[in-house]
């Protein structure tokens, strides 16, 4: 006989509040302290990104030439510097921030920081660097153009928002010839702004180490002015349906969705919820039937995207060409069906269990409360929306859950990309 353990619901999900300051020059500070081991995680979040860029790729490859050399240290030198100390220093352009993320141990936090400084103040951007780039991103380039499903996300994204968009434009052999040292200089320097930084700090954060940042980064100052958010328009596709014949592809990747929302919007959590449902983890209903039940593929899944500015829901999948027909009309109908018949409990339960473990994952220590707390800022969200998310999913029932695919699942304006 086999004894199960019992299953206890989740109660009290509370999302911990750091600890919070501002260095000399008014940078904030968030401090997630209490980790034992001796380790320290920093990320600086600046408003920046895609957003903010002159001309297209110029984050991606600022962030990808961020220790490429000073004017006395060669990019060898200090990746050999960094690397030395067990440091793991790396950028990362998003749409809408451009972050650094430091770890190391708590005994090397001031030569990260002064190495950090060193990166943020005196980076030139070395031709012979920017050559490399250059071919290093056309090399990967050619390879994900191989792959049907990277064109049909890069397809999607320019159906939904344009090719002028930041959330839209595509990566082309073109764009990445074009960057250019005066670009890089120019972004570098008026984008890395002290005005528009956050810093998060988590780990065995010590009275020492904020001091640390204070010395090291409280003195920042840049005489460039802050420059204003940019603004653009989106600009859809008026046609729904993109099919990309793929002749050399044995497979086909699928992709439809649409423009919705992001965390800001009041349904929010209840669609989070429903999404789950539908296809969302591996007990949804897509899984269940098109994989489980149809075998027309090894994975498919449903999700909202939240950006800063707008959302976006969309299905993936990748099935044999002969199934693709069969694969669009049997995710259509899991559509419609969610639209017309009210939710057991059962399933409700079991995507809402699913759902609060995650949420309760997101407070479990320092590093992952961090971490969610940056993502909430990435979009403009105060972190009191945690509690409010999840008090809504243990509350939304099975007459909400059809209102919310009703009001937000009509079949009429879904973007539908099929490459292969």
């Known amino acids: 006989m086999t004894i199960l353990p019992t299953i206890h619901p989740i109660k009290d999900i509370v999302f911990p509040t750091p600890n919070t300051f501002k260095l000399s020059n008014g940078v904030p500070v968030f401090v997630f302290g209490g980790l034992q081991n001796?380790?320290?995680?920093?990320?600086?979040?600046?408003?920046?990104?895609?957003?903010q860029e002159k001309t297209p790729l110029i984050a991606d490859a600022v962030a990808a030439l961020f220790k490429s050399g000073t004017a006395n240290q060669t990019s060898y030198e200090i990746n050999n510097s960094i690397d030395a100390l067990g440091v793991s220093m790396s950028a990362h352009a998003g749409y809408n921030t451009f972050n650094i993320n430091i770890s190391c141990l708590c005994i090397y936090v001031e030569q990260a920081l002064n190495l950090l400084v060193t990166c943020l103040n005196d980076i030139i951007f070395p031709e012979d660097e920017i050559d490399l780039f250059q071919k290093n991103a056309l090399a990967r380039l050619s390879v994900k153009l191989e792959k049907?499903?990277?064109?049909?996300?890069?397809?999607?994204?320019?159906?939904?928002?344009?090719?002028?968009?930041?959330?839209?434009?595509?990566?082309?052999?073109?764009?990445?010839?074009?960057?250019?040292?005066?670009?890089?200089l120019s972004y570098y320097q008026e984008q890395l702004h002290p005005k528009q930084l956050k810093i998060f700090i988590g780990g065995n954060v010590s009275d020492n180490t904020l001091q640390l940042l204070e010395q090291y980064l409280g003195?920042?100052?840049?005489?460039?002015?802050?420059?204003?958010?940019?603004?653009?328009?989106?600009n859809s596709s008026t046609q729904l349906k993109h099919h990309i014949?793929?002749?050399?592809?044995?497979?086909?990747?699928?992709?439809?969705?649409?423009?919705?929302f992001n965390k800001q919007n009041d349904d929010y959590s209840k669609f989070v919820l429903l999404n789950t449902i539908f296809g969302g983890y591996f007990g949804s209903r897509l899984m269940n039937n098109i994989r489980e039940?149809?075998?027309?593929?090894?994975?498919?899944?449903?999700?909202?995207?939240?950006?800063?500015f707008d959302g976006v829901w969309a299905i993936?999948?990748?099935t044999n060409k002969e199934n693709i027909k069969l694969c669009i009309d049997e995710i259509y109908k899991e559509l419609n069906r969610l639209t017309q018949e009210k939710i057991s409990n059962e399933e409700i339960d079991m995507a809402r269990?699913?759902?609060?473990?995650?949420?309760?994952?997101?407070?479990?220590?320092a590093f992952n409360s961090m971490g969610t707390y940056t993502s909430y800022t990435v979009e403009g969200v105060d972190i009191d929306k945690f509690s409010y998310f999840v008090n809504s999913i243990e509350a939304t029932n099975a007459e909400e859950l059809l209102s919310i695919?009703?009001?937000?699942?009509?079949?009429?304006?879904?973007?539908e990309v099929v490459v292969g």
């Open 38 to 51: 001796e380790i320290i995680k920093i990320h600086l979040q600046f408003d920046s990104g895609r957003w």
């Open 148 to 184: 049907t499903d990277f064109v049909a996300q890069q397809s999607f994204n320019e159906d939904l928002y344009g090719n002028k968009h930041p959330y839209g434009y595509s990566t082309t052999a073109t764009i990445i010839e074009a960057v250019n040292q005066a670009e890089l």
């Open 219 to 234: 003195n920042w100052q840049k005489n460039i002015p802050v420059t204003p958010q940019n603004t653009y328009t989106i």
């Open 245 to 260: 014949h793929k002749d050399s592809s044995v497979q086909s990747s699928v992709i439809i969705g649409k423009h919705l």
């Open 293 to 308: 039940d149809k075998g027309l593929t090894y994975g498919i899944y449903s999700m909202l995207q939240p950006y800063k």
């Open 316 to 318: 993936h999948t990748d």
């Open 353 to 365: 269990n699913y759902l609060l473990g995650r949420y309760l994952k997101q407070t479990d220590g």
């Open 405 to 415: 695919a009703q009001k937000y699942l009509t079949l009429n304006n879904l973007y």
